[in-house]
Structure formats: C-alpha cells, structure tokens
C-alpha cells in the first residue's frame, strides 16, 4: 500500500511565559492509503495536536510531515474532519450544515443536495433534513457532524475523539454505522480516542502514545476479522488486545488511557 500520512522526527512546541511547552518530541508514524489507524493515549498525550499538525491547522515545530508525499503546509486537497464538538451551526437546518461543505468547497449545492440527504438517511436523519441543530440529541448532532465531513467524499478523514461526550449505547451504535462507512469506501481514517476498547474494534492498527511530550510507543496491529460485530469485545482475541494495551499504559504509569 502507498502511504496517505507520514510523519518523520515530527516535534511540536509551544512558547509560554514559563518556558516552553513540548507536546510532541519526535514522532514517527506512517499511515497506509485506506487504513483505519487509532491514536490512544491519554490526556495531554498530544494526539490532537498532531491531528491538527495532519489537517494543516498547526505547523509542526520540527521534523517533517506529509500527506499523499506533499510537505503540510495548510489543509491538504481530500480532507474531511470532526471535531469533538459537532460545531453545528444552530441557524442552519441540518440538510444546510451538511450542504456547507459544498459551499466551502465552491461545488453546486443543487448537485450535492442527493448525496448529503442519501447520508443523513444512511445515517438515521432522513426524517430530520429540515429541523435544527438544537432540536437533536447529542447523538444526532455528532452523526450529521459526519455527514458533513463525508459529502465531499475526502480520502483522508480526521476524527477527534468524536463521540467522547456520547452515551455508550450511542456510541457503539456509531462506532458500527463508522466501520460499514469506512468497509463501502476504504478512505483513510486517522481517528483520536481515550477508549482501548473503542481503539481495538475500529482499528487496523492502534498508535500508543506516551504522556507529554507525546511520543509513539507502540504500534498494535490488529488481527480481527472484519465485519466486526459489536460481540466481538466478548472473544478471547479481544480480550488479549485489550490486556496487552491495558499492559502497555500500566508500564507507562497510566491507570488507564
């Protein structure tokens, strides 16, 4: 496979007035076109920083860093991102917040219309195209934050710990409709979480990172059949995924990621 992310000796550092901040000192870390890799750590790790050093949001301090063999220095051509927030806009009905990435992009919004309402129906919100942002769950605001993401269809999509404020029932049932997304259309997923056990049944591979200053650790390829039906956090297999991960934050004196 042909490499969509790579990140050589990637470094990040932020100037205060009580000295500088290093969130991230020599990352190295390559993403194949198609997969879907997890970055897992804990609070302060700085997996958000490199998403944001990735969506050409922030500039890394030193090493070098590329997507699709282009050098970051802005947003890349083919991106698509959501946020922990879904950043809705609350005067816009949820077809219109969808649809505002073809106006971002300069596209024909009557030429996207279909597509944006195909997805909102995929995802369980064709009977709410007209309502407002405020008059949704939470639930329901984060999956149209992914149908916007998704219009475009960009080849590198960028999650940030996207459903982290949701409830587990709702969040396994997204973590489902994500994976049958991702299996149709094989884009390339860079996805931010706390959760080992979210990490484990969405990812290829899982990226560990080490508290501040964020460093890679290790990388856990992941063997599971896919499709992955919810069930299978109750195997064997699952369990010594999550016991190896669990292992690995222990030796880096994290409770837990």
């Known amino acids: 496979m042909t490499a969509c992310v790579e990140v050589r000796g990637g470094g990040k550092v932020y100037p205060s007035k009580r000295g500088e901040v290093v969130a991230l000192r020599d ?11 997890s970055l897992l750590g804990p609070s302060g790790c700085g997996k958000s920083t490199l998403l944001k050093c990735v969506a050409g949001l922030e500039d890394l301090s030193g090493g070098e860093l ?11 051509p083919g991106l698509g991102m959501v946020f922990q927030r879904d950043l809705l806009l609350d005067w816009r009905t949820v077809l ?6 073809a106006e971002f992009q300069g596209l024909d919004r009557r030429e996207q219309k279909p597509r944006a309402i195909a997805l909102l129906e995929r995802f369980g919100l064709g009977g709410f195209v007209d309502h407002h942002p405020w008059e949704l769950s939470g639930g329901m605001r984060q999956r149209a934050a992914i149908c916007r993401a998704l219009l475009t269809e960009p080849q590198l999509l960028l999650m940030d710990e996207p459903f982290g404020a949701l409830d587990a029932m709702t969040r396994d049932d997204l973590n489902v409709e994500l ?10 997923v860079l996805f931010v979480t706390h959760s080992i056990a979210e990490a484990i ?3 290829d591979r899982v990226v560990v990172m080490t508290p501040g200053p964020g460093r890679v650790r290790e990388v856990v ?3 599971l059949e896919r499709p ?4 299978v956090q109750g195997t064997p297999e699952f369990s010594r995924y999550l016991t190896h991960l669990r292992g690995v934050f222990e030796e880096l004196g994290v409770a837990r990621a």
């Open 179 to 188: 994976t049958r997304i991702w299996q149709t259309a094989r884009r390339t």
């Open 221 to 223: 390829k992941i063997e």
């Open 66 to 76: 590329r997507v699709r063999g282009a050098l970051v220095d802005g947003p890349p």
């Open 96 to 101: 219109d917040n969808v649809l505002i990435m």
């Open 27 to 37: 990352v190295n870390l390559s993403v194949e076109d198609g997969e879907f890799v």
């Open 228 to 231: 992955r039906p919810l069930s």
């Open 201 to 203: 049944f969405l990812s």
